[in-house]
C-alpha cells in the first residue's frame, strides 16, 4: 500500500512547487501574493495595523517593513515563493471579489514521521465577521490534507484573541491545551491554546466541512 502511495505523493507534492497553488471557497479565493498586489496590501495593513500588532510577532527594529515598502513586499513575496519551491511553506492571500481581505498561511510543513503542518491567518478587520477566514482555512486544511498528505495540522491562538477562537470553534477543531510562552508576540512571550485535527478526523468530517464552507 505505501509503495503505491509513494508517486501520487510526489505528483501532488511537484505540481504544487511547479504551478503556484491557488484554493477556493464558496466566496474566497486563495493565491500566493505577488508584488503587483502591493498597492492592496499596503492599504490593507495601514489601515489595519493597531487591530494586527496585537496578534503578530513584533517587527525587527531597523528592518525594511513590508506593509509600507514596495521593494520589501517584493522580498517577501520572493521569500515565500522560495518555501514553496522547498515545500516547507505556502502562503495565501485572501480575496473576496478581487479585493484582498486577508491571509493564510500553511507554514512549518514538516515531512517523514511527523507529515504535520500549522495553519496561521488574519483579515481586515473590516471584513471581520463574514465568515471568509473559516471559509479560507477549511480550504487550506483540505488543500493540507488531499494536496500535501499532511497527517496532522495545528493551529495556535493566543485565548485572549477570541475572534481567532471563534474561527476553530466554527471548524470544531479539537482543542489540545495551553503551550505555555509559546511564541512571541508583540514583544511578549504570549501562552497559546493549540487546536489540531488529524487526517483520519478528516477524513470522518471531510463532507460536512466541505459542504458548509467549501
Known sequence: MMLARVPE????????????????????????????????????RGHNGAW??????????????????????AARCGARDRERHLGTGYGFGVFVEGTLVGEMNVAGVTRGPFQSCNIGYWIDQRHAGNGYIPEAVAAGLRFAFEELDMHRVEIAIVPRNQRSRRVVEKLALRSEGVALRFLEINGCWEDHERFAITTEEWAQRRDGLVFRWL
Open 9 to 44: 505523493r510526489m505528483r501532488r507534492a511537484l505540481a504544487s512547487v511547479e504551478s503556484p497553488p491557488v484554493l477556493t471557497g464558496r466566496r474566497v479565493r486563495l493565491r500566493p501574493l505577488v508584488p503587483s498586489d502591493f498597492a492592496q496590501w499596503r492599504e490593507v
Open 52 to 73: 494586527l500588532t496585537q496578534w503578530e510577532p513584533a517587527k525587527p527594529k531597523g528592518a525594511p517593513d513590508p506593509d509600507v515598502s514596495r521593494s520589501a513586499f
